[in-house]
Each structure stands twice: as structure tokens, then as C-alpha cells.
């Protein structure tokens, strides 16, 4: 019996099948031409837009550089810096009590929180900073005591107050008192919903857990879950913070005469250099900015390593 003879297409097989190229195959790039021809048009505006910087004699450059780095000028910045921190302090700590608040079950406590976000968050920061900067046509002086003292003391037949200190609104208020405390109840009505939501991110077996071992409610929130939240809350917490800084500028309609804004918009009124000075305050304001979405950046990498590193050693427990 004669076996089969092998096949000519067969594996080592060297000869061509008829039909089929032996040629390697050049493989040709898909030409996009309108990416040239836009890539060419935005270099154009481009370089438009670097020759009117530097020929419009309407940035006088020379003067600008010399007046956005005087001292009046380098004290606004100093003051811009304070009232970013102070009022992302006082959000920060208004937000966690109003979110602990909000989060409580208490059907007063949740009712005041939810109020007090509605109004911060509805009503625009430059309208509360003009409202707070005139506040002594409200109240011309403050004073600290007992409540209701004007009719329950009469009813008592007791003669006087119980108004222990007094001081003038103006005195208290000033611009600056004033700007901040409106920009910080503000962003405490952000920062609430911003900790709630990374409160609620936490899961709520742990909560459960940590009670059954006897831990108190504070606890449980100062150790378990305020430490797992600031996942959640240092990345929006970070864009506030840009934000506050950005909205300071509007402490110069309190009006607070020593705020960036205002000492930049000063020069160029007292100059008739209105133009410069208002590029002077972008540049300002850019360098800042600049510098704190570096420390953000750093600042969300740093926590979202720690978040890696914690899920590897989950997996490997589960091992």
C-alpha cells in the first residue's frame, strides 16, 4: 500500500501558491491633511497673539513691571494669601460640623444644616460680601449677654439688661473682618456637601464594627471615618481652595483697601494706567493659582498612592 504523497502547499513548502504575493506588505500611514492645515492655523494666532503682546503699546510693559512688585502691591498679595487661608480654615471647620450635622439623624439638626446650605450656596459671594461690608445698618452696636433680656427682665420686674459687653459694629466689622467672614460662611456651605459626600463614601461596616467594639460615636469619626473620607475630600478641597483664592478679588467691594485687586486697580486709576494694572492683577493671580495646582497635584498623588498601597495589601491579606 502506497502512503499518500505530501502536499505541495504543505508547511515546508517553498513554492508559491498560484494567486497569492509573496511581496511583504509596506504598510502606508492614513494622511491627515486637516491636521496640518489647523495645526498651521492655530500656529498663526499664536504668533498673532505674541506680536500684539509685544508691540500694543496699550500693555506699556515697562510700567506694569514697575508697579505690580511696589510695596502697596506685595501687601495686597500678602493680605490675598491670609484671607485664602483664613476663610478655607473656617469653610473647612464649618463644613465638618454642618456635614456631622446634616449626617446626625436629629431631624433640628438636619434641618438647620440643610437651611444653612441652601441660603450660603444660593446667594452669590459678592452679594454677601457687600451685604456683610455694610451689616452696621443691621446692627450699630453688638453686644454679648443673656437673650431676650428686654422682655423677660421687665416681666420679672428687674430693671436694666443683662448685656454684659458692648462694641461698635463698625469697629468690629471692619472691611477685612467683614469680606472674610462672608467668604467663609460661603465656602462652609460647600465644604459641607463636600465632607458629607465623602463621609457617606466610607462603608458603613466599619462604622458598625468599630461600635461593636465599643468605640463612641466621636471616636469611631475622629479614628475610622474622617481618616478614610479625605480620599474623597482632598481633591474638590484642593479646587475650593484655587477657587478662594480667585474669589478674594471680591473683598475689593466690601470694599477692603488693602486686597490685591483694589491696590492694583488704585495704581491704574491714580495713573491713568487702567489696562496694565488689570494685566498686572491676571499675571498675579496666575502665579498664584500656579503654584497652589502644583501643591494640589502632589497633594492628590500622595493620597491616591496611599489608596494603591492600601488595596495591594487587601488583595494580599486575601492571599
Not at 45 to 55: I, S
Not at 87 to 113: C, E, F, T
Not at 125 to 142: H, K, M, W
Amino acid at each position: 500500500m502506497t502512503s499518500p504523497s505530501p502536499s505541495v502547499d504543505g508547511p515546508g513548502s517553498q513554492e508559491p501558491t498560484p494567486g497569492r504575493s509573496t511581496d511583504p506588505i509596506t504598510a502606508v500611514p492614513v494622511r491627515y491633511p486637516e491636521r496640518w492645515v489647523a495645526a498651521g492655523v492655530v500656529l498663526v494666532l499664536a504668533a498673532m497673539f505674541v506680536n500684539m503682546l509685544v508691540t500694543n503699546p496699550a500693555f506699556n510693559w515697562p510700567f506694569m513691571l514697575e508697579h505690580m512688585f511696589s510695596d502697596p502691591v506685595l501687601r495686597g498679595v500678602w493680605v490675598t494669601l491670609s484671607a485664602t487661608v483664613l476663610s478655607m480654615i473656617i469653610g473647612i471647620l464649618l463644613g465638618v460640623i454642618l456635614a456631622v450635622m446634616r449626617l446626625s439623624g436629629n431631624p433640628i439638626l438636619v434641618s438647620v444644616s440643610w437651611l444653612y446650605t441652601w441660603f450660603f450656596r444660593g446667594v452669590p459671594r459678592l452679594v454677601l460680601a457687600v451685604l456683610f461690608g455694610n451689616i452696621a445698618i443691621l446692627y450699630s452696636t453688638i453686644h454679648i449677654g443673656l437673650p431676650f433680656d428686654n422682655y423677660w427682665m421687665p416681666m420679672l420686674g428687674l430693671e436694666g439688661d443683662a448685656r454684659f459687653f458692648a462694641i461698635d459694629a463698625r469697629t468690629l466689622l471692619t472691611g477685612y473682618t467683614a469680606g472674610l467672614l462672608a467668604l467663609s460662611l460661603s465656602e462652609g456651605a460647600y465644604m459641607a456637601e463636600i465632607i458629607r459626600a465623602g463621609l457617606q463614601s466610607v462603608d458603613k461596616g466599619q462604622t458598625e464594627a468599630a461600635q461593636a467594639l465599643g468605640m463612641s460615636r466621636s471616636k469611631i469619626m475622629r479614628r475610622i471615618t474622617l481618616p478614610q473620607a479625605m480620599r474623597v475630600v482632598i481633591p474638590p478641597t484642593g479646587n475650593e481652595t484655587i477657587a478662594m483664592l480667585k474669589d478674594t478679588a471680591l473683598l475689593a467691594y466690601v470694599p477692603v483697601t488693602i486686597e490685591l485687586f483694589y491696590q492694583l486697580q488704585a495704581v491704574g486709576t491714580r495713573t491713568y494706567q487702567i489696562f496694565p494694572m488689570l494685566v498686572a492683577a491676571c499675571l498675579w493671580y496666575l502665579a498664584i493659582t500656579s503654584v497652589l495646582m502644583v501643591g494640589q497635584y502632589f497633594i492628590e498623588r500622595r493620597f491616591s498612592r496611599s489608596e494603591r498601597g492600601a488595596g495591594g495589601h487587601v488583595v494580599g491579606g486575601a492571599h
